[in-house]
């Protein structure tokens, strides 16, 4: 593998997480696995009436694991039948720190997708939870249908996340609304074996959640939620106003929005923001030209005539060939278009597909979708959206030649046409109004949640303060002085009074020019 390849895969390493901070940590990788297991002869401990066993929480690259605590609660599937199937959701526990004063109200966070589970990717923010650690507990509790609580994913479905924090499937031969049609419908008959799919909607995810609170004896809890996790949190807060001390919302998905119609245009915003920084860089629109146009370039060749391409799958280090699409192309592009460190190298890789060089873009989308397959549930994703979403999805024609086009929308309506819904709450889609302190984050190059989401949300949350970061994409709880400002506003609740000046240090990160590195 030649040197050019390695650093081409090494940094799709990095922008495999998605938007998560691991990379910030510098620490170094722990076990190869996602999962969380238990020690021998462990002790158990009890946070209210749940029973727990040391764990660790090992990501699958990138962070450091995390020591934990790890129980199940038991939950009605359909609440309608206490004495039918039962769901044991997986929580995973990390105690605060003995030596500082324990606050009883404690820290849940909540992941993204729809499709993450909370034990699972906790460990690529946890530096982001050190000062929070002093005096609080975390809890991270696996929604229904997601990592360990009877997960809802299907074999060889296909596609992973068609939706919010997830990917366009690189691997797929024919990704079609019809054929993700197709695929939906052999996930749905999978699935119908062990779970009625009907009811994994945030609605009961946040049922859940208060039980699991009630449970472990909490009369107070702080949410902190992530992309998708945004919306459980302004769900849990407008149904459990009572019990919620905060929220922090970390790229707010506003509760109007229906997920899938702004995606495109979202996407075209943040790229025009993030490869305008070619233009305001030395050397860089000199060397590279200008990305947009090379992208356009790009898109027009592949739909005319997709070029074979040779490339070294990083899995298994062999030599393949394959046609490179577009929708390899937009795949990659809007997923590291979450993490600016990794947006950073795309003029360069378009300017090596200007002179005919694609190894690099097939061998990173490859690489990316493979990365993804595991992290999503296909199913309960599909459970949330066409539960809450499907009736207000449409296309928009002002997008049909964007870079992703209406093709998501469109495979979404398809989807949700075969797939059982459940029933949404009829003010599901109303603004969260409540006295609620609340934070709320975004990064100004954030290509799915936009710093206008969280604006919007503010407006009705007398107690609430948007932050803007300046240079960051998605999930940026953990940039800059961040967590310190996330620990100061969980002990004062008051985000209002947050001296949030230490963010003017933030810095944009420079495009690559060349395979040496970013400029100096």
């Known amino acids: 593998m030649n040197r050019k390849t390695r650093f081409l895969l090494a ?23 996602a999962t969380a297991y238990a020690a021998e002869a462990a002790p158990e401990r009890k946070l209210g ?18 020591e934990a605590e790890c129980g199940t609660f038991t939950v009605a599937e359909n609440p309608a039948l206490p004495n039918g199937r039962k769901i044991a959701l997986n929580i995973a526990w990390v105690p605060a720190n003995e030596s500082g ?12 997708g729809p499709g993450q589970a909370a ?10 939870f050190r000062e929070v650690l002093k005096h609080r507990d975390v809890v991270l509790v696996d929604q229904r249908g997601t990592g360990k609580s009877n997960p809802l994913k299907c074999k ?17 031969v024919d990704e079609s609304p019809a054929a993700m049609r197709a695929a939906a419908e052999k996930c749905r008959d999978a699935l119908a074996k062990h779970a009625d799919v009907r009811f994994y909607s945030t609605t009961d995810a946040i049922r859940d959640l208060d039980a699991v609170r009630a449970a472990i004896g909490a009369d107070k809890i702080n949410l902190m939620g992530v992309s998708y996790g945004t919306r459980v949190a302004q769900q849990y807060a407008m149904r459990y106003p009572q019990h919620t001390r905060t929220i922090t919302l970390d790229s707010v ?29 030395p050397g860089c629109a000199k060397s590279l030209g200008d990305p947009r146009q090379r992208l356009n370039a790009l898109m027009t060749k592949l739909r005319a005539d997709p070029p074979m391409v040779k490339y070294r799958d990083a899995s298994t280090g062999q030599m393949k060939e394959e046609r490179l699409t577009p929708d390899h192309v937009a795949g990659l592009t809007r997923m590291y278009a979450y993490v600016p460190v990794a947006a950073s190298i795309l003029p360069l890789l378009l300017n090596e597909a200007d002179q005919g060089r694609y190894e690099g873009l097939m061998a990173l989308s490859k690489m990316l979708g493979g990365s993804l397959a595991d992290q999503m549930m296909y199913g309960m994703q599909l459970s949330v959206i066409c539960t809450e979403d499907s009736a207000g999805i449409h296309g928009d024609d002002a997008m049909s030649q964007s870079l992703l086009g209406n093709q998501l929308v469109e495979t979404l309506q398809q989807q949700c046409a075969v797939w059982p819904k459940g029933v949404a709450p009829k003010d599901f889609h109303a603004p969260l109004a409540t006295n609620v302190p609340a934070l709320l984050l975004s990064g100004e190059l954030d290509p799915v949640t936009p710093p206008a989401y969280a604006e919007s949300v503010v407006k009705t949350l007398p107690k609430g303060r948007a932050l803007v970061l300046r240079g960051q ?27 949030a000046k230490c963010l003017d240090t933030l810095a944009y990160t420079p495009p690559f020019t060349s395979f040496n590195g970013w400029e100096p």
């Open 11 to 33: 940094l799709a390493l990095v922008a495999a997480v998605l938007g998560w901070r691991a990379w910030q940590s510098r620490a170094p990788k722990s076990a190869p696995k």
């Open 49 to 66: 009436r749940i029973a727990f066993k040391p764990c660790t929480l090992a990501p699958a690259l990138g962070a450091a694991s995390v």
């Open 101 to 112: 004063d324990h606050m009883p109200d404690p820290v849940f966070m909540l992941a993204g």
């Open 119 to 128: 034990a699972e990717t906790y460990p690529q923010v946890a530096p982001a």
């Open 156 to 172: 060889d479905e296909g596609a992973e996340d068609k939706a919010d924090d997830a990917s366009v499937q690189a691997d797929a």
């Open 253 to 281: 998905a506003p509760n109007a929005i229906y997920l899938g119609n702004d995606f495109a245009r979202n996407l075209e915003s943040a790229l025009d923001l993030q490869f305008g920084r070619c233009t305001k860089t």
């Open 473 to 499: 994409g998605h999930n940026v709880i953990g940039a800059g002085c961040m967590p310190k400002l996330f620990a100061q506003f969980l002990d004062t609740a008051d985000a209002k009074a947050l001296d």
